[in-house]
């Protein structure tokens, strides 16, 4: 698929939950967030519905987020109906990890190929306090859970958060002795579109973008920092792809109506 500015587009993330098991502060606000009525979240059979569709118009590769994808009940379930779609080449998952030491074997059994950990801090005490509740040994041992289940590569993304340059080289040794390859992402705020390339990735490049979005109430949003969406419950999904692709904005401004936690980065 080809939008109005000649960018290929192959690639949607699909957000399958706004809940999530950590309260990062980058991500969520400390008084709490409005989360989702559990009737408006998307059934796996309707989001499979929509991948399908999307796969046979020129989608390649799927990346499942959330909040935290894995608190989604039976979410290997919903790994392997995707995998069995004929054309789709690449699907990945992002995690903060938690869980990956009780899923991380059915995962790559279901078919997942591809995970993405997010880790900012090897520093504990750092850790808890970047996530507000978050155990950094459970982290590390999502980590080796996805390295004994084959998952390879495995890439780490961190956010950077203006820490001391000594942590930011423990990180990189930490992962270049565990064989994970580290991502650094600049904090965005996406009220003021502020955002930046990804350092070892190719997000926040806007004049090669090729990814839509599907969140988890059934929206699809064309870019991160827009406020443009279109539901498929209410449009039917060829038209929702359709005009979140003829829509689709030459660069990010800015999204005033939605949140990272809710969204999927």
């Known amino acids: 698929m080809l939008d109005r500015f000649n960018r290929h587009i192959n690639y949607l993330r699909i957000s399958v939950t706004d809940r999530c098991n950590l309260r990062c502060t980058y991500c969520m606000p400390a008084d709490g967030i409005q989360l989702m009525r559990h009737e408006d979240i998307l059934s796996f059979e309707e989001i499979e519905a929509f991948a399908r569709l999307a796969i046979a118009k020129g989608i390649t590769k799927i990346r499942l987020t959330g909040g935290?994808?894995?608190?989604?009940?039976?979410?290997?379930?919903?790994?392997?109906?995707?995998?069995?779609?004929?054309?789709?080449?690449?699907?990945?998952?992002?995690?903060?990890?938690?869980?990956?030491?009780?899923?991380?074997?059915?995962?790559?059994?279901?078919?997942?190929?591809?995970?993405?950990?997010?880790?900012?801090?090897?520093?504990?005490?750092?850790?808890?306090?970047?996530?507000?509740?978050?155990?950094?040994?459970?982290?590390?041992?999502?980590?080796?859970?996805?390295?004994?289940?084959?998952?390879?590569?495995?890439?780490?993304?961190?956010?950077?958060?203006?820490?001391?340059?000594?942590?930011?080289?423990?990180?990189?040794?930490?992962?270049?002795?565990?064989?994970?390859?580290?991502?650094?992402?600049?904090?965005?705020?996406?009220?003021?579109?502020?955002?930046?390339?990804?350092?070892?990735?190719?997000g926040g490049n806007c004049s090669r973008c090729n990814r839509v979005r599907l969140l988890a109430n059934g929206d699809v949003k064309p870019c991160l920092f827009s406020d443009l969406a279109y539901n498929i419950g209410q449009l039917g999904h060829q038209q929702a792809l359709d005009l979140a692709i003829g829509n689709k904005p030459r660069s990010g401004t800015f999204n005033k109506s939605g949140e990272f936690y809710n969204i999927g980065g």
Not at 104 to 119: F, M, P, Y
Not at 130 to 135: E, K, L, P, V
Not at 185 to 202: A, C, P, R, T, W
Request: charge should be negative; hydrophobic fraction near 40%; glycine fraction near 8%.
């Open 68 to 202: 935290e994808p894995l608190i989604r009940k039976n979410i290997s379930e919903l790994v392997r109906r995707l995998a069995a779609i004929e054309g789709l080449e690449d699907l990945a998952l992002t995690t903060n990890g938690l869980l990956l030491p009780q899923f991380a074997t059915e995962l790559k059994d279901a078919g997942l190929q591809r995970v993405n950990i997010s880790l900012d801090t090897i520093n504990a005490d750092r850790y808890r306090q970047i996530t507000r509740t978050g155990d950094l040994n459970a982290v590390l041992a999502g980590i080796k859970a996805a390295q004994q289940a084959g998952f390879d590569p495995i890439k780490i993304n961190c956010v950077l958060l203006g820490e001391p340059d000594d942590e930011v080289k423990r990180l990189k040794d930490f992962c270049s002795d565990n064989d994970l390859q580290l991502r650094f992402i600049h904090q965005m705020d996406l009220q003021n579109g502020e955002f930046s390339k990804v350092e070892g990735g190719e």
